[in-house]
């Protein structure tokens, strides 16, 4: 069965448009309309784009695995998608095999060049320039993507590279129809855009007009360089043409990407952050992500409660959500960062014993300010613009797959002749400590800039199992507001029974210690805002949070799909 979008009307897409323009303060807004899950028995695909969607699901049809399907979706997606899907930034894998009992995690994270240093976006006055940190050829990290799935592919799937690339070089080179969504993006971030020719030469027609919805769409510097990929490997993107045309921009805007950091990226296989939440087993992506070390940690400060009588989105609930996700975004700034440069106290942060003496903060009817709140000690407890998809096949495979070049279009730098947007993932790194980056998160030492480590992040592909059989499969974009749309998916399955579409389409809320706001989307009543108010909390409505898209496999072996309705273009598709 299948379903695809169905378009809004004009009207919405100009509220689209300047909602957009206006990011985060804007009001929040659904872009499509979705109300049920897509089913199937053998099959499932949810992305962010119906295009990346399809090519997917085709290898799933002829008998390809969740890993196949997986690269061939990211490869499609950094076609159809180009202001997150990507091969200039990098992001992170969870495949998980019924067969083998067995999840593991690929990270393929950008890091820091090798000429990267701790103050190198400090101005003389020693204040961050976030001109230099976004928006520059040093905002970019040596991207990991290509090299990311090729691993994945190489160690999981079935399929050849070049025939996971295959649709991804037809869309490049034959073009595809912009859609509304695709148009908009490109007019709000067009001044900036405009700022790069290469950048212009892509996004914008020859006379500098704008490609409206119904015209196609063609890449054809892209093309080459994904053909390069799939005659040469990774190869055919760190070494030979593509990494000259990486090493020439860079040396045309004053970047820092070099050959030898190009040449000597690696990705890498890691195991995933894990936990349990009323019976059920929860993977998640470890460091340098944030995201499954937090997702564990507030479930775990949740389990203690009871979360399904108190009720979906009440004040009861969210204010116990609120004071534990404080607490957990507390202990980012001060623990988290790239594990293979600082010591992480994942398993004191994930553990239950931890989460008990947490708990003895936490009151149902007292607020703790966030400044009265402190990172905890859990090495007390140590025992030893962003896309995201979701893949399930027929042989007990799924994957859970989020990667970035962080903002929308990244730092908007095209590299010229090659095709591609480059990542603004170095404004990820704490600048300096106690200033917040992009999202409003803090950093520490922990996560300061060091040459050749992994920005912290908050990307959260996670896994849940159920006796053993994959359960749901689910991630998000959203940078810090990744961790807690995840999370609530979960919690409106496993705590509030709601079917997937529900879970998915029901307004979220956000908190991140500082600053110290309950953050929602629109449809949270006004009574419960009023009831959290008088308790003390500061509640603030903003713009719709993540793109959550997520895939259930009920007892029955049966698939269902939810694309999020926050993104005009995701869709479900199975068979
Ligand atoms: N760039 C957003 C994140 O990785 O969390």
Not at 330 to 339: C, H, Q, T, V
Not at 531 to 547: D, F, I, N, T, Y
């Amino acid at each position: 069965m299948r379903t695809r979008l169905v378009t809004p009307n004009c009207l919405l897409w100009l509220l689209v448009s300047v909602c957009f323009s206006l990011q985060l303060k804007a009001a929040p807004i659904i872009e499509g309309e979705r109300s049920s899950p897509v089913q199937g028995d053998k099959g499932m695909v949810v992305t962010s784009h119906f295009l990346a969607t399809e090519e997917a699901l085709k290898v799933l049809q002829k008998g390809g695995n969740a890993v196949d399907a997986a690269v061939t979706a990211a490869f499609a997606l950094a076609v159809t998608q180009p202001r997150s899907g990507n091969i200039g930034g990098g992001g992170f894998m969870l495949i998980s095999s019924e067969q083998k009992q067995e999840v593991v995690a690929i990270d393929y994270r950008e890091t820091a060049p090798a000429a990267a240093s701790r103050d190198m976006f400090l101005d003389a006055e020693g204040k961050v320039d976030k001109m230099l940190s976004r928006f520059s050829h040093k905002a970019a990290g040596v991207p990991g993507t290509v090299a990311g799935l090729a691993l994945a592919l190489g160690q999981y799937g079935t399929l050849t590279l070049a025939e996971t690339l295959a649709p991804a070089i037809r869309l490049a080179e034959e073009g595809f129809i912009v859609t509304p969504r695709f148009s908009n993006g490109i007019k709000q971030r067009a001044d900036r855009l405009r700022q790069w020719p290469s950048s212009a030469a892509v996004f914008l027609k020859k006379d500098g007009g704008f490609y409206e919805p119904g015209d196609r769409f063609v890449q054809p510097d892209l093309a080459k360089t994904l053909k390069r990929i799939a005659e040469r490997g990774p190869d055919g993107f760190y070494k030979g043409e593509t990494a000259e045309l990486i090493v020439a921009e860079m040396q045309r805007g004053g970047g820092l990407i070099s050959h030898a950091d190009l040449a000597g990226y690696q990705a890498k296989m890691r195991k995933p952050a894990a936990g349990t939440y009323r019976g059920y087993d929860i993977y998640s992506m470890s460091p340098p992500s944030s995201g499954g070390a937090h997702i564990v940690q507030i479930l775990n400060l949740l389990e203690s409660h009871p979360i399904g009588y108190l009720g979906h989105n009440s004040a009861a609930t969210i204010h116990l959500m609120a004071e534990a996700m404080k607490r957990a975004y507390a202990d980012r700034a001060e623990y988290l960062g790239d594990s293979d440069f600082v010591e992480v106290p994942l398993a004191g942060i994930t553990s239950k014993s931890y989460a008990a003496e947490l708990n003895k903060q936490i009151s149902r009817n007292h607020v703790t300010p966030s400044p009265a709140i402190k990172p905890g000690k859990p090495l007390a407890f140590e025992s030893d613009e962003t896309t995201h998809f979701s893949v399930v096949d027929q042989y007990g495979n799924a994957v859970s797959n989020t990667y970035t070049i962080n903002f929308s279009y990244g730092n908007h730098i095209v590299v010229e002749g090659a095709g591609f947007l480059l990542n603004n993932e170095m404004d990820d790194f704490s600048a300096k400590p106690g200033v917040p980056n992009a999202y409003g998160l803090l950093g520490g030492e922990t996560n300061k800039i060091e040459p050749g480590k992994r920005m912290l992040s908050s990307m959260s592909p996670t896994i849940v199992k159920r006796k053993g059989k994959n359960f749901l499969v689910t991630g998000s974009p959203g940078g810090s507001r990744i961790i807690t749309t995840t999370l609530q998916v979960i919690m409106n399955v496993i705590d509030h029974g709601l079917n997937i579409q529900a879970a998915v389409n029901a307004p979220r809320i956000h908190h991140q210690w500082l600053p110290d706001e309950i953050r929602i989307e629109q449809g949270i009543s006004p009574d419960t805002i009023a009831l959290l108010e008088r308790q003390g909390h500061v509640v603030k409505q903003k713009s719709a949070m993540g793109a959550i898209q997520s895939i259930l496999i009920d007892p029955d072996g049966r698939m269902l799909g939810a694309a999020d309705p926050r993104r005009s273009t995701s869709s479900a598709m199975g068979f």
